[in-house]
């Protein structure tokens, strides 16, 4: 391309009125429904947490306890 090439400027807008509405619109959808699913795979988060939290503590009283009555009965 050359510097001497005048470059043609359409005085048309891009998008119409009814397109950019209709693109705001659909903006504000997908916009609402990654809300929803980052709310939810939050709230997934906590719960397996707080899940995989519960089933450690239960775990280590189990082990606590084996490994006292193991120490009872051998009298160490």
């Given at each position: 391309?050359?510097?001497?090439?005048?470059?043609?400027?359409?005085?048309?807008?891009?998008?119409?009125?009814?397109?950019?509405?209709?693109?705001?619109?659909?903006?504000?959808?997908?916009?609402?429904?990654?809300?929803?699913?980052?709310?939810?795979?939050?709230?997934?988060?906590?719960?397996?947490?707080?899940?995989?939290?519960?089933?450690?503590?239960?775990?280590?009283?189990?082990?606590?306890?084996?490994?006292?009555?193991?120490?009872?009965?051998?009298g160490?």
């Open positions: 391309m050359s510097d001497d090439q005048a470059t043609e400027i359409s005085s048309e807008p891009l998008f119409t009125v009814a397109e950019v509405e209709k693109l705001t619109n659909d903006d504000a959808a997908a916009g609402r429904a990654i809300g929803k699913m980052l709310s939810i795979l939050f709230l997934y988060t906590v719960g397996a947490t707080i899940l995989v939290s519960m089933l450690t503590y239960k775990g280590c009283m189990i082990d606590e306890g084996v490994s006292t009555e193991m120490s009872e009965s051998t160490h």
